[in-house]
């Protein structure tokens, strides 16, 4: 793949393949019934008093997020945009599907949800490495870790816990499986990841800038 159009078509396809994984994962662990992700505790809650899905919730938290990355001058791709506008329709599609039941019992609930975090793994290597931008929330991570100073994990825990407590005064479906998510995926994302050799720290995510300029540059040569 020398043409650099049919790199961006590889990269693309790539993305959207991603996105739609992790969607199915995120729908994966709702279905376990034992209770939403601090992040969807949190859009739950909002797509409750908005009277919308839960995907259109996603949709809109994610343009705010990013709305403070802009504000905050951090950079924006592609991969941004599309995270933003296509996981929460994903999500809403997936969710909508009626052979997708609901877990009826504890344990059955912590296997589903854990296979869901291996999706959501899977799908995360598949859209980080698109290389077209980080997502929302881990921009919107960058913002708060630049402006506070304090360790990234410190600033990623304070805004899963402030997610998590504003989702649940909203109502957002917290148990359980929020505990397990919170402590769990984490561990799963890395198993993945060592297990398929990736390492995000070598991935150069592109700007929405240096993309169009890099394509633009392409059609005049």
């Known amino acids: ?4 159009f049919s790199r961006d078509i590889f990269r693309t396809a790539r993305f959207f393949l991603g996105a739609f994984v992790y969607s199915f994962g995120v729908v994966t662990t709702m279905r376990a019934n034992i209770g939403y992700s601090p992040w969807f505790v949190f859009h739950h809650g909002v797509g409750l008093h908005l009277g919308i899905t839960i995907g259109q919730a996603t949709m809109l938290v994610s343009v705010i997020i990013v709305a403070i990355g802009v504000l905050a001058k951090e950079s924006v791709g592609f991969g941004t945009i599309g995270n933003t506008i296509f996981i929460g329709i ?11 039941p609901l877990m009826q019992s504890f344990v059955s609930g912590v296997a589903v949800m854990l296979g869901g975090f291996f999706f959501i793994a899977i799908g995360s290597v598949l859209y ?4 077209y931008g980080a997502g929302p929330r881990d921009t919107f991570m960058v913002v708060v ?14 805004i899963e816990s402030t997610v998590l407590l504003a989702g649940w005064l909203l109502g957002g479906y917290a148990g359980l499986g929020t505990i397990i998510s919170a ?9 993945v990841f060592s297990a398929l050799r990736f390492d995000v720290k070598k991935i150069r995510q592109e700007s929405f800038y240096e ?8 059609l005049v040569s």
């Open 128 to 131: 980080i490495g698109a290389g």
């Open 183 to 191: 402590f769990g995926i984490g561990v799963v994302i890395q198993i």
């Open 1 to 4: 793949m020398n043409d650099p």
């Open 90 to 100: 994903f999500v809403d599609i997936i969710a909508s599907w009626s052979w997708f």
């Open 211 to 218: 993309t169009f300029l890099r394509l633009k540059n392409a």
């Open 145 to 158: 870790t630049k402006r506070s100073g304090k360790p990234v994990g410190f600033c990623r825990g304070c």
